[in-house]
């Protein structure tokens, strides 16, 4: 059995499915090319992450096509429901990068506190002539032990920033249309672990209450943080969006950040991306990443292996 992965694959992926005897191809093969490529080599699985586009044409003319795989969440590249309907198999790996999204959300609440976004900008203009000016300016640093985390979108990614913030002593309140409650469950390095029970509550109440805010909703038609929901939030507080570009309303924004309601804010993702607006990218209140949510290594190799597990398991269970 062959397996075409168009966007690569990590090493962990290709040795799963190695060890049970399939070959991984790991040529990039053009858009264009592609059909003719699947049919060639007698192709059983297609694996993609973003850039490669599976559509109606490829699923009509690939009929030994029996597998599209996408390393990642979103599947917006893929015909899903046509492939279906056409007995193809669609997998993707929902939940392999959710911890590393998680841990971004954090480096952007740590970094926040103590000013490092801005701190990084400045010292290397001014940290040998000015150091001492600079050190006041990024002296009042708070903590996030004992403030309160309010978590918007309550799914695989807002649950694992919870069990990071309870580990570091926050309090975490939470919001979401459609999940009541959650169990946390806070696993330790030793095999102990606890567990805590988050009840969500009503969006208002968490503008309301919480000293930082992060989103993990999906992309949504209108601005779930606008101008209205600002207006509500506690003066200084810390956002961050690490969810996708389009959540928040960055020019209102950019007017809480200047009219001192937000403190600082943490950005992975953009309204236009790849062309941020450079109001947004010039603003020192505003810690910048250019959306690496799941870009951690060991992402990559979850997202190789889970995938490497469903081709087995699909190809497995229909060779019975
Ligand atoms: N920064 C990155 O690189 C990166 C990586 C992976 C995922 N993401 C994004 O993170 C987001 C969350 O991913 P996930 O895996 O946790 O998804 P998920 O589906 O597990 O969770 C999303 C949650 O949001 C809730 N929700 C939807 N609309 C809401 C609203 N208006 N208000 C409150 N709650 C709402 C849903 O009920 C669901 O529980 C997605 O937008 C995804 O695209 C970003």
């Known amino acids: 059995?062959?397996?075409?992965?168009?966007?690569?694959?990590?090493?962990?992926?290709?040795?799963a499915l190695n060890a049970e005897g399939f070959e991984v191809i790991t040529t990039t093969v053009a858009q264009e090319q592609l059909i003719n490529y699947i049919n060639d080599k007698d192709i059983d699985v297609l694996l993609v992450r973003s850039a490669t586009k599976v559509r109606k044409d490829i699923i009509d003319a690939c009929p030994n096509l029996?597998?599209?795989?996408?390393?990642?969440?979103?599947?917006?590249?893929?015909?899903?429901?046509?492939?279906?309907?056409?007995?193809?198999?669609?997998?993707?790996?929902?939940?392999?990068?959710?911890?590393?999204v998680a841990e971004l959300v954090f480096a952007h609440l740590f970094g926040g506190v103590r000013f490092l976004h801005d701190a990084n900008r400045n010292m290397p203009l001014d940290g040998d002539s000015k150091f001492n000016?600079?050190?006041?300016?990024?002296?009042?640093?708070?903590?996030?032990?004992?403030?309160?985390?309010?978590?918007?979108?309550?799914?695989r990614i807002g649950r694992e920033v919870a069990k990071i913030a309870l580990g570091v002593g926050m309090k975490v309140i939470?919001?979401?249309?459609?999940?009541?409650?959650?169990?946390?469950?806070?696993?330790?390095?030793?095999?102990?672990?606890?567990?805590?029970?988050?009840?969500?509550?009503?969006?208002?109440d968490i503008l309301?209450?919480?000293?930082?805010?992060?989103?993990?909703?999906?992309?949504?038609?209108?601005?779930?943080?606008?101008?209205?929901?600002?207006?509500?939030?506690?003066?200084?507080?810390?956002?961050?969006?690490?969810?996708?570009?389009?959540?928040?309303?960055?020019?209102?924004?950019?007017?809480?950040?200047?009219?001192?309601?937000?403190?600082?804010a943490g950005l992975d993702t953009?309204?236009?991306?790849?062309?941020?607006?450079?109001?947004?990218?010039?603003?020192?209140?505003?810690?910048?990443t250019p959306h690496i949510g799941a870009a951690t290594n060991e992402a990559q190799d979850r997202i190789g292996t889970e995938l490497a597990s469903q081709i087995i398991s699909i190809l497995k269970t229909e060779k019975v």
């Open 174 to 204: 939470a919001s979401d249309k459609f999940v009541g409650k959650a169990n946390i469950k806070v696993e330790f390095y030793n095999g102990q672990f606890i567990n805590v029970e988050i009840e969500t509550q009503p969006m208002k």
């Open 270 to 288: 953009f309204e236009s991306e790849p062309t941020p607006a450079i109001k947004v990218l010039m603003n020192g209140k505003i810690s910048l």
């Open 66 to 100: 029996k597998i599209i795989g996408r390393g990642g969440v979103g599947m917006d590249n893929i015909d899903v429901d046509y492939a279906r309907s056409k007995n193809l198999h669609v997998i993707n790996t929902p939940a392999a990068s959710s911890q590393s």
């Open 208 to 264: 309301k209450h919480s000293d930082f805010i992060t989103l993990h909703v999906p992309a949504q038609d209108e601005y779930v943080i606008g101008e209205k929901q600002f207006s509500q939030m506690k003066d200084g507080i810390g956002i961050v969006n690490a969810a996708r570009g389009g959540v928040i309303d960055e020019v209102a924004l950019v007017k809480a950040i200047d009219s001192g309601k937000v403190a600082f």
């Open 133 to 155: 000016a600079l050190k006041k300016n990024y002296a009042q640093g708070t903590e996030l032990r004992g403030k309160t985390l309010g978590i918007i979108g309550f799914g």
């Open 1 to 15: 059995m062959k397996v075409l992965a168009n966007d690569g694959v990590s090493q962990s992926g290709i040795d």
